[in-house]
């Protein structure tokens, strides 16, 4: 019904406005460039576009074909790497991948535990189990959350695992890679590292850079830390032909039929745009961390891992557990325009009720925050978290702070409104 179609998108232009009046620190969004946004609605949305290019199975794709070579020149480029695969329509569909191509079911390979801030692909009930593949986890230091090298070392030459997994959703530090180097050579595994949450830092040379530290394949999501389309992408160094064949095999026809050739498109003007603007753009997102974990810190918050820093990445974890808890603070939070999540920390055994919640910053640089806005947002979560006002009072506030951050930086077209709802008719 016409009702119902218009009804609809009221809802959505609703839910822009609340966004352009909040501050989402949700860590695994962003918002994307104008370039990038208009490639989204382009005729390429409405394309197929079946194998690799220059080799399709369907006619149509002259444009496209040169596009996807621009995106997969411009990710060698960026990334200093060999291989690429831009098709994989999310990071769990690039995970499924690379499940397809380095595993059977059987296999047993070594992940982090979910508890530990892993993602539930790599879960029994995830991509991992549903492929048949068995796990073995590396401990994990909780003081200083990340792997605990010499326990892994150890759970890596008692498993010999064909394939060793890294990458987290609460990525505060790097994964011990170098360290671990020795071990993966001895037992000849492939190493597989999930860059969904920091793709954009890696890209940016504020992380770590996983493919020249051991890593064979990256997997990963477009739209976290790297500001691009919803979108996934497998990257690669060091691999043989014949496993590069398997990937893209693995991605096409595996898990993919078309691969959303408006958000190839706005990937490719993504890592465009990077070149420009991407090491500043990260800097400022891993400057901003910091700066709200200590601001955080300074109200007497319990930031996870205060002696080093709270965190190397976008995100930080806190703990407000003696506050109640990250169900009832994460929605307190949301009355008052502040979008997070509840997450679990180590020790928690529910994760319906955990004791934390998870912030990121990756956005709210994206719209131009710097370390003085970090310390106003923190006040402002003081507010509602430890001091409980009343969050209708607060969410003034943080209009009136949001106000002049509505537009995206760090791109072609600075200047955009980024949470703007567009009306074609
Ligand atoms: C977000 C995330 C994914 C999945 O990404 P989608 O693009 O949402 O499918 C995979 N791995 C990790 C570690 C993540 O945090």
Redesign the pocket.
């Known amino acids: 019904m016409q009702e119902d179609a218009y009804w609809i998108r009221e809802k959505v232009k609703e839910h822009s406005k609340w966004f352009e009046d909040s501050l989402p620190m949700i860590a ?1 969004e962003n918002v994307m460039s104008p370039l990038a946004k208009e490639m989204m609605i382009s005729d390429f949305h409405d394309r197929y576009a079946e194998g690799l290019p220059g080799k399709r199975y369907y006619r149509g794709n002259i444009y496209v074909d040169q596009v996807e070579l621009k995106c997969m020149e411009l990710a060698r480029k960026i990334f200093n790497c060999k291989f690429v695969d831009p098709r994989p329509t ?6 499924m991948a690379a499940l397809f191509a380095l595993c059977e079911p059987g296999d047993t390979i070594t992940t982090t535990s979910l508890d530990h801030g ?2 539930i ?2 879960a029994k009930f995830g991509a991992v189990g549903q492929r048949g593949v068995k796990t073995v986890n590396y401990p994990f230091n909780t003081k200083d959350m990340i792997i605990d090298v010499d326990g892994a070392r150890k759970v890596l030459l008692e498993t010999r695992p064909k394939v060793a997994q890294f ?3 609460v ?1 505060l530090f790097p994964a011990p890679l170098k360290e671990l180097q020795d071990t993966f050579d001895e037992i000849g595994c492939t190493v597989w590292y ?1 860059a ?2 920091v793709l954009g830092l890696i890209a940016g040379g504020q992380f770590q850079d996983p493919l020249h530290e051991g890593a064979h394949f990256i ?3 477009t ?2 830390t790297f500001p691009g389309p ?3 992408i497998v990257l690669g160094e060091n691999i043989s032909e014949e496993m590069e064949k398997k990937m893209n095999s693995a991605v096409f026809p595996g898990v993919t039929s078309s691969h959303h050739l408006h958000a190839m498109a706005a990937l490719a003007v993504t890592l465009a745009e990077w070149e420009i603007y991407g090491k500043q753009y990260a800097a400022q997102v891993c400057k901003n961390a910091k700066a709200l974990g200590q601001a955080l810190n300074e109200l007497g918050m319990d930031v996870l891992c205060a002696h080093k820093g709270f965190t190397e990445s976008h995100t930080l974890a806190v703990n407000v557990g003696a506050y109640g808890g990250g169900q009832q603070v994460s929605i307190d939070l949301e009355a008052a325009n502040m979008i997070t999540n509840k997450n679990m920390l180590p020790g928690d055994t529910s994760a319906v009720k955990p004791s934390g919640i998870r912030l990121g910053v990756q956005e709210l640089t994206r719209v131009g925050m710097r370390e003085s806005e970090m310390k106003e947002v923190a006040r402002l979560i003081h507010k509602v978290a430890v001091k409980k006002q009343k969050p209708e009072h607060v969410k003034a506030e943080v209009i009136a702070l949001k106000k002049n951050f509505t537009t995206v930086k760090y791109c072609i077209g600075d200047g955009f409104e980024a949470y703007k709802f567009h009306e074609l008719i």
């Open positions: 695994s999310s990071g769990t569909v690039a995970n892993a993602h692909s790599t990458g987290l959703s990525f999930d969904a949450h997997t990963a999501s739209h976290k919803n979108h996934g």
